[in-house]
């Protein structure tokens, strides 16, 4: 089993809609949960960032953390064209191994206007 | 703060030579990383540093070499390089632990 499992979609929407990209994971280690987003031919940029369990929202962004499922997602409402990008997500433990990101796959999302 | 800068963008290699990537960050960050990204699959770890003279292999580090003389830079040694190493390469730089960590744009390998 991988250490994080993302579905590499593509997802298509139409504009307006509700996203919701998701991520399960192994190693019950992983402390710092995060959600970048990567535009074609560009270097990823941290959108979300969590700490242990619970919810953040940030504007139409939502993160969730479910650590007893090993379960995060981050939710988009009210869908833009702007947001068609690469979803990924990345953890890491606490302690030593904090520096050392494990990414996901990446979700390849469209929005259709 | 122009962040984190790579150079270059991209470069074609013929098989058996060997390059420097460049990385630089201005925000006076302690850490430091190199990521490899293959189509298709998230970002592998390849070497990190935790600040000037100290470096440790990522996931990935095989065919690779580093080192941290400064703060600002970070540069990423291929020797003998081979077609598996085609990939895009971004740097990224943080804080410290926990903190958020900023990338660089990237530079596109082609190994022929």
């Known amino acids: 089993q991988k250490e994080v499992e993302q579905d590499p979609g593509p997802l298509s929407v139409p504009e307006g809609a509700i996203v919701s990209l998701n991520c399960t994971y192994s190693n019950s280690a992983f402390q710092y949960f995060m959600w970048y987003r990567q535009y074609s031919r560009k270097g990823p940029e941290l959108l979300m960032y969590t700490y242990s369990s619970g919810n953040k929202e940030d504007g139409r962004f939502t993160a969730q953390v479910d650590k007893s499922s090993k379960y995060i997602s981050l939710f988009i409402r009210d869908s833009q064209p702007s947001d068609s990008a690469t979803y990924l997500c990345a953890m890491s433990p606490w302690g030593a191994g904090s520096y050392q990101l494990t990414f996901g796959k990446g979700t390849k999302l469209s929005v259709i206007p | 703060n122009a962040g984190v800068t790579q150079t270059p963008k991209f470069r074609i290699l013929k098989i058996g030579q060997s390059m420097t990537l460049q990385c630089a960050q201005d925000?006076?960050?302690?850490?430091m990383s190199w990521y490899r990204q293959d189509p298709g699959m998230g970002l592998k770890l390849i070497y990190y540093?935790?600040?000037?003279?100290?470096?440790d292999k990522g996931e990935v580090p095989n065919g690779y070499n580093v080192s941290r003389s400064t703060t600002e830079d970070f540069p990423l040694r291929l020797e003998l390089a081979a077609p598996s190493q085609t990939s895009v390469y971004f740097c990224a730089s943080s804080r410290g632990r926990g903190e958020t960590q900023y990338f660089g744009p990237g530079t596109r390998l082609l190994v022929l």
């Open positions: 540093s935790v600040g000037a003279g100290i470096t």
């Open positions: 925000m006076n960050h302690e850490y």
